[in-house]
């Protein structure tokens, strides 16, 4: 059975993004930085069920990103959805870092999610269907976190042209827009945030949207 892969699949949004789909009966193999992390969130998932498969990538090394990706879809075969939920997130003002440390930020918080569908999405397209969803943030930008404002409009541009790019030949590309801190038991609980995902994949093709704003207490599209 097709399934899941989630890049950035550690405690919060991503493990909670892992288990929704869990939920559903779908395998998942889900990415982190460090083997623990992998591990704690294949273990959470398999506890539905379903098949887990942990892997290990930097999502800003492109080599061992692609490596993994391959691994998954060996393992697990064509992904039916990907989901881009790594970021570096991190305070700082405007002028206060290199350019070298806004590179390496937008690294993590861009570049790995253009690897990882340059990887994969074409075969979605041959396929004539799949879904392709990353977390976005920052609806609007705050000085006290330049980097993580200017990689999330750069998302936010990337799902533009992706979806442009894919979506005619069958391909749903859209963002789930975070506009608060993630902590459970709150109004942005991961668990709830991780609903969108779930709906965004299975939505008519005639309804697709492109970004979703979860906020406090509601959310907008």
């Not at 294949?42 to 080599?63: F, I, N, Q, S």
Request: glycine content about 10%; aromatic content about 4%.
């Amino acid at each position: 059975m097709p399934g899941v892969i989630v890049i950035g699949a550690g405690p919060g949004i991503g493990r909670s993004v892992a288990r929704r789909f869990a939920r559903e009966g779908l395998p998942v193999a889900v990415l982190a930085r460090t083997a623990d992390t992998a591990r704690a969130t294949a273990e959470a998932v398999a506890d539905l069920g379903t098949r887990a498969l942990p892997l290990t990538a930097d999502a800003a090394d492109e080599p061992g990103l692609r490596a993994a990706l391959d691994t998954a879809v060996a393992q697990l075969g064509p992904p039916d959805v990907l989901v881009y939920n790594a970021a570096l997130v991190r305070p700082d003002a405007p002028g206060e870092l290199p350019a070298r440390a806004h590179l390496d930020a937008y690294a993590v918080n861009v570049g790995g999610a253009l690897t990882a569908a340059g990887h994969l999405l074409p075969a979605m397209a041959r396929r004539g269907a799949g879904t392709f969803l990353v977390t976005g943030g920052m609806p609007e930008p705050k000085p006290a976190y330049t980097s993580l404002s200017l990689g999330k409009a750069a998302l936010r541009a990337l799902v533009a042209l992706l979806a442009e790019e894919y979506g005619p030949a069958g391909v749903h590309v859209a963002a789930v827009t975070v506009d608060g801190p993630v902590a459970p038991g709150t109004d942005f609980d991961p668990d709830d945030i991780a609903e969108h995902y779930w709906r965004l994949h299975v939505q008519p093709r005639a309804d697709w949207r492109h970004e979703v704003i979860h906020g406090p207490r509601r959310t907008t599209p």
